[in-house]
């Protein structure tokens, strides 16, 4: 729905509702519901895979189609990030946010920095990942508020040239909210566990899981010798757990 259908609709709402709702301005309520597009995290994950998927595909079609994935490990890192991506190369396209586990354990752990061995709290990954969508949601709306007020500038100098310019740009906005992808260690214990776990960060709004087969209880960074290793079977269950 473009800026000035959702203008129309509200109008045509608030007429409805009779003089109770006199006070409230149409272009108001359309601003507020463009500044505020996701509702919650499971819209963000539905929006995002949707992304995930297009890239894949692409990438399999063209290796040279790739996309990026830039580490994080607090809401206003995630937020500059993007908001210089965006303002580099124009675009968000292509770009993600890789939310690791060993950043969590060495820097947003309660119990203080940790080694890469799932010692930190779990809820700390799906805490993360809502603070990071609530960052990037604020740098949406702090870019469309600009518009906004341009807008609102165009039409008292009268320029309306420029006005339609920026409610044209207001419709193409392109939010700052990308896909992330978030490490869920081993699981943090059985399939019923990383099925909890992998809810709550779902909900929270990944669309996309990271998860190793190693034994949880003995879990370390996987880029050291030594990894203890779950048989197949244990491993797909908790795959399927993610999955489902």
């Not at 959702?6 to 149409?26: D, F, H, V, Y």
């Not at 580099?88 to 890789?98: A, V």
Request: with cysteine.
């Amino acid at each position: 729905m473009t800026y000035q259908d959702q203008i129309a609709r509200t109008a045509s709402l608030i007429e409805g509702q009779g003089p109770a709702w006199a006070g409230i301005a149409p272009e108001a309520v359309a601003r507020m519901r463009a500044q505020n597009r996701f509702q919650s995290g499971l819209d963000i994950a539905r929006y995002t895979a949707g992304i995930m998927r297009r890239d894949m595909a692409a990438y399999d079609a063209d290796p040279a189609a790739y996309t990026q994935s830039l580490g994080c490990w607090h809401g206003f890192i995630g937020q500059q990030k993007m908001i210089a991506v965006k303002k580099h190369f124009g675009t968000t396209k292509g770009r993600y946010l890789y939310l690791s586990g060993w950043m969590i354990a060495a820097l947003r752990s309660d119990f203080g920095p940790l080694p890469d061995q799932s010692m930190h709290e779990k809820t700390s990954v799906p805490a993360l990942i809502e603070e990071l969508y609530t960052f990037l949601r604020q740098a949406d709306a702090r870019e469309l508020g600009m518009m906004f007020r341009d807008l609102d500038a165009a039409r008292a100098a009268g320029n309306e040239i420029e006005a339609q310019r920026l409610v044209h740009a207001i419709d193409a906005h392109e939010t700052h909210v990308v896909p992330i992808i978030a490490d869920i260690d081993a699981g943090f214990g059985n399939a019923e566990a990383t099925y909890l776990l992998a809810r709550k960060m779902i909900e929270a709004g990944a669309c996309a899981l990271q998860i190793e087969n190693q034994v949880s209880d003995e879990k370390q960074c996987g880029h050291q010798d030594g990894k203890v290793t779950v048989p197949h079977e244990d491993f797909l269950a908790k795959v399927r757990a993610c999955r489902y």
